[in-house]
C-alpha cells in the first residue's frame, strides 16, 4: 500500500529499535526479523497497526511516541486468556515480573499483582462470614 510505504519511510528508524528488521526493495518491504515475544502469525498485523499507529502519532514527541509502540508490542505479545504456558515459563514470567522494580501494572493500567488477606481469601471461600 503506498501509503503504509510513506509511512514506513519516514520512520524507518524506529523499527530496528522496536526489534523489527526490514528491508525495502522498491515497492516491495519485507520484514525479516520480529520482536522476540511476538509470533510470525501476529507479525504483520502488528507492523500495519505501528505503521498506523506512527501515522497518527506522527507529531508526538519522540519518546512518548516510541513508548506507545512498545506497549502495542506488548499487548500482543502477553499471555492471554486461555492459552496454554508451561509451568517453566509461568515460573520464568513470575520471577521476571517480581525482579522489576516499580511495576505494578500493564501499559494500560491493569493491575499486574493484587494482594489479599487470608481473612478475605477464607471470606471468598466461605470459611467465615
Not at 27 to 36: E, K, N, Q, Y
Not at 49 to 78: G, H, N, P
Request: net charge negative; proline share 5%; glycine share 2%.
Amino acid at each position: 500500500h503506498p501509503s503504509e510505504l510513506a509511512i514506513y519511510e519516514l520512520n524507518k528508524e524506529e523499527f530496528p529499535q522496536l526489534g523489527f528488521e526490514c528491508s525495502l526493495d522498491g515497492d516491495v518491504l519485507s520484514v525479516t526479523a520480529i520482536p522476540t515475544d511476538v509470533s510470525w502469525s501476529d507479525a504483520e498485523p502488528l507492523f500495519i497497526e505501528l505503521l498506523s499507529q506512527m501515522d497518527e502519532l506522527k507529531m508526538s514527541v519522540m519518546s512518548e511516541k516510541k513508548e506507545r509502540l512498545l506497549y502495542t508490542i506488548s499487548c500482543k505479545a502477553a499471555i492471554k486468556a486461555n492459552m496454554k504456558v508451561s509451568d517453566l515459563e509461568m515460573q520464568t514470567l513470575v520471577r521476571k515480573v517480581f525482579a522489576l522494580e516499580n511495576i505494578n501494572t500493564c501499559p494500560h493500567g491493569r493491575p499486574i499483582v493484587i494482594s489479599m488477606t487470608k481473612k478475605q481469601i477464607e471470606k471468598d471461600f466461605k470459611r467465615i462470614v
